[in-house]
């Protein structure tokens, strides 16, 4: 009886352990190779004297399809942030909520100053279009930024610029709303249909619960190897490919083949512990080092990064804002608060507050100008409790948090298929920069190395 075929997968972020774990539970040989010592790319959570500190602010959205196809959630043991944010600035503090899951906050909702009644019933009447609307459709059709879109629709500047900027300021790292309404609109339905999470242990439990689902159904993971090129016998993969769905792997059929991926296709990697040779080869690194990897052009490396900083406060501190995100309505000082402890406790010792602040760009002042101007701040929206006691324990900055996702951006992303030979992409840049991207890309990067190799 033939041996199965060999596959590697190179990362071992979320793309990589879902087509790992898919490819290993399609009967492939499967080994996954991450040259750091632990999994999970840029999903890490450090634990540090009792606290949880995530590589950023990261979320959980529970309704995205791949989440609730990939995950145990209940497993994840998931704390829930209220719907809704409580909005900060000159005029004092806020609360915008969702009326249909907290009727109780419709008074303070309607009296929110931010929020006109007009607009109001504009996101109703934009929750029941989207409703209506398959997913996978989002990415068709017109594009537009997501403040024309906005305008477009009617809501007014206030509430564009207090709620809108921060609250996506912090989902795209872009509070201009440059970005593609493509993804406001996928995103706005998942947020009307689901809730934002974070695991109790933090979000790298998140590819811990995939690691392990990859060896239970029989993949391989080796941390610690560094994967320093990628040749394939159709050609070389480690720079000069073209981009574009026809170019490097061979032109696609009618049915989806690729010529130069058959069963006589052979790829090796130079690792920085030796070869390995493999019938494919599963691309899931960050996106720079993909492209260095694969010569796929396409793959998209204009970074979006930012800076979270994380404070103790005494035990007992309050922000009021009920587990909701604390926005800010101007651009002086953080995008947003997140109340860590107040939505999941096991993310400070016990006796502590854990909070934390989120600016967008990669910021040159030192850790402790960015501690006080986060002081200023909160001294602001709050001149009758005292923040001396603040103190910052932890900041993360990191400087690729996403890509850039301007309109018109999805047609542009290279396919799973686009390198030379046998060779596959996997990441959130054949997709759209989320969780719900990375996963999927893996999925459909594993499915195509599954169909390729049963030719």
């Given amino acids: 009886m033939p041996s199965p075929p060999h596959v590697l997968v190179v990362g071992g972020g979320l793309a990589g352990l879902v087509a790992a774990r898919h490819l290993a539970g399609g009967g492939i040989d499967v080994a996954l190779l991450e ?22 602010f990261q979320v959980l959205f529970t309704a995205y399809p ?93 509430f564009v610029e207090e709620f809108v900027a921060p609250f996506y300021g912090g989902i795209t790292l872009d509070r201009s709303l440059s970005t593609s309404s493509r993804v406001f609109e996928y995103t706005f339905k998942t947020l009307a249909a689901g809730e934002i999470a974070v695991p109790a242990a933090g979000m790298e ?90 010569g796929v052009d396409a793959i998209p490396t204009e970074a979006r990064g930012c800076v979270t900083q994380y404070y103790a406060l005494p035990a007992g501190f309050d922000l009021e804002t009920g587990r909701r995100l604390l926005l800010n309505a101007t651009e002086q000082g953080p995008n947003h608060v997140v109340p860590h402890s107040a939505v999941a406790p096991e993310y400070a010792p016990s006796g502590t507050t854990l909070i934390s602040a989120t600016y967008l760009g990669e910021r040159t002042e030192h850790d402790a100008e960015l501690a006080a101007l986060t002081r200023r701040t909160l001294e602001s929206w709050y001149p009758n409790k005292g923040f001396d006691g603040l103190d910052a324990v932890h900041t993360a900055r990191v400087p690729f948090a996403q890509f850039a996702q301007p309109p018109g ?15 596959y992409l996997a990441g959130d840049y054949t997709r759209w920069s989320s969780i719900q991207g990375a996963m999927e890309s893996g999925r459909q990067a594993a499915k195509a190395v599954i169909d390729d190799l049963s030719e």
Wanted: hydrophobic share 35%.
């Fill in 66 to 158: 791949a989440v609730q196809r990939e995950l145990d959630r209940e497993a994840l043991e998931l704390r829930r942030f209220s719907p809704g944010a409580t909005v900060a600035g000159p005029d004092g503090r806020s609360t915008l909520a969702d009326p249909l899951r907290e009727p109780g906050t419709i008074p303070s909702t309607l009296s929110n100053p931010s929020v006109s009644v007009g607009d109001a019933l504009r996101i109703a009447r934009l929750w029941w279009d989207l409703r209506r609307t398959d997913p996978s459709a989002l990415f068709a059709g017109d594009d537009a930024t997501i403040a024309e879109f906005l305008r477009e629709r009617g809501f007014s500047r206030r």
């Fill in 35 to 56: 040259r750091r010592d632990t999994v999970g790319g840029r999903v890490r959570t450090l634990e540090w004297d009792g606290y949880r500190f995530d590589r950023g």
């Fill in 205 to 294: 439990a998140i590819p811990t619960q995939l690691a392990d689902r990859v060896r239970e159904v029989g993949g391989r993971i080796e941390t610690g190897v560094t994967v320093e090129s990628v040749s394939g016998a159709a050609g070389d993969s480690s720079g000069g490919g073209e981009c574009g769905s026809d170019a490097g792997g061979g032109k696609r059929g009618p049915d989806g083949g690729v010529g130069g991926r058959g069963s006589d296709a052979s790829v090796t990697v130079e690792t920085d512990a030796g070869s390995v040779a493999a019938d494919a080869v599963v691309v899931a690194t960050d996106p720079p080092s993909a492209r260095e990897l694969t």
């Fill in 409 to 423: 951006f999805f047609e542009e992303l290279p396919d799973v298929r686009d390198p030379a030979g046998p060779v």
